[in-house]
């Protein structure tokens, strides 16, 4: 099992390369070959986190016993914080920068993607919210009521998502990647809309790595030990992330790399990283600051006022802490926010979401790498010897 895990990532490597390739030389027959096996793929893979998430979480709390309840309050805690913190970083980055960049908003030209031919609808049997919210509430009535056969119950179920994990998750992850590479590649996504905003995503990216150098360095100073015995092992997390732009989809990854890494107690592990999964989105958030101030300046002529922005950045911390982690979660749980505070029309809200969409699998990727920084807190503040 370790071996294949090896070579996860250079398969993920592999998966994006071959998906480019595919998308650059195929026609519109190909192409729609394509779609159907990228949206069952994604039927599959997303009707399994939700069992993940109920399968790790819930054990985990039971686990936890005393501490079940004040650790999930600071989870909770550290994802708003941490949202909030890279809003206001991302803010006064955008005040400082933007009026200085020569940002022009042409994103016409993408080749249309032709309707999928048929889809296999797999939904899933509940929502990720709702998977949350079960998982939290099982997992403390068992502590509270002190349910030992309940508890067996759920550590069989652990194994059996770990298993499923392993056995299925992971192999089509490569596949589901390849496909989406394929369509962006075709649409032109790549080659057309990139470029529009490039200088803003490379900003956007810089400030993910020091986002997750200072959360990281928060987290060994927390936990004594060294961040980056964690982090290193984080490589296959953040390619997934990239390729699937989804926290839950990446998730069985995330729990995997982490696994490996040795550094966290197990019981931290299989609470913190998949609530990490679905309440901390700071690289998202982060993203989505900076972004709607560029957005008001080419369409509004100027970045939102200092107040408006902290009430943005207070409420959208809220906003990410219950937005779902699938591709543009964050973004489109907001989106009454951008209108009532911000006061962008349709045409600032299309461009919002066309904008955030080209970057969306790095602000995924930070998010997925800044669970581990907070999991490292966790871990020193309830664990630490």
């Known amino acids: 099992m370790e071996k294949k895990g090896d070579f996860l990532i250079l398969k993920l490597i592999i998966g994006v390369i071959v998906g480019l390739i595919v998308g650059f030389v195929a026609n519109e027959q190909v192409i729609s070959v394509i779609l159907p096996i990228k949206f069952f793929l994604g039927q599959v893979i997303f009707f399994v986190v939700?069992?993940?998430?109920?399968?790790?979480?819930?054990?985990?709390?039971?686990?936890?016993?005393?501490?079940?309840?004040?650790?999930?309050?600071?989870?909770?805690?550290?994802?708003?914080?941490?949202?909030?913190?890279?809003?206001?970083?991302?803010?006064?980055?955008?005040?400082?920068l933007i009026p200085k960049l020569n940002i022009l908003s042409n994103v016409e030209g993408l080749k249309e993607l032709p309707q999928i031919l048929f889809k296999v609808e797999i939904p899933p049997a509940i929502s990720v919210m709702g998977a949350l919210v079960l998982a939290l509430l099982l997992g403390l009535a068992v502590v509270w009521t002190g349910s030992k056969r309940t508890e067996e119950l759920l550590n069989e179920f652990n194994n059996i998502m770990l298993m499923v994990v392993n056995k299925i998750v992971i192999p089509l992850l490569p596949i589901f990647i390849a496909t989406t590479f394929a369509g962006l590649a075709y649409e032109g996504s790549i080659t057309k809309q990139l470029p529009v905003f490039l200088k803003v995503i490379l900003i956007v990216l810089v400030g993910h790595y020091i986002w997750i150098f200072i959360l990281y360095s928060i987290g060994g100073l927390v936990s004594g030990k060294n961040p980056w015995s964690l982090l290193k092992f984080y490589g296959p997390a953040y390619l997934t992330a990239v390729g699937t732009m989804s926290s839950a989809a990446t998730l069985p990854v995330s729990l995997k790399c982490v696994k490996k890494s040795g550094v966290l107690d197990e019981e931290i592990t299989n609470f913190a990283i998949p609530l990490g999964a679905t309440t901390h989105l700071c690289g998202s958030v982060l993203t989505e600051t900076f972004f709607v101030m560029v957005v008001s300046k080419i369409l509004y002529g100027a970045v939102p006022p200092v107040g408006t922005m902290i009430l943005f950045i207070v409420l959208l911390g809220v906003f990410a802490v219950g937005a779902p982690g699938v591709p543009g979660g964050t973004v489109l749980a907001s989106l009454g926010l951008i209108i009532?505070?911000?006061?962008?029309?349709?045409?600032?809200?299309?461009?919002?979401?066309?904008?955030?969409?080209?970057?969306?699998?790095?602000?995924?990727?930070?998010n997925i790498t800044g669970?581990?920084?907070l999991a490292l807190i966790l871990n020193g503040i309830f664990k630490r010897k």
């Open 50 to 96: 939700p069992l993940i998430i109920i399968g790790f979480i819930a054990p985990a709390i039971t686990q936890l016993k005393s501490n079940a309840s004040k650790m999930l309050l600071t989870m909770l805690g550290l994802s708003y914080i941490s949202s909030v913190g890279a809003a206001l970083f991302s803010a006064t980055a955008g005040y400082i």
């Open 340 to 366: 009532s505070v911000l006061g962008f029309d349709e045409a600032g809200t299309g461009l919002m979401i066309t904008i955030f969409a080209l970057q969306d699998s790095f602000g995924t990727a930070c």
């Open 371 to 373: 669970d581990g920084a």
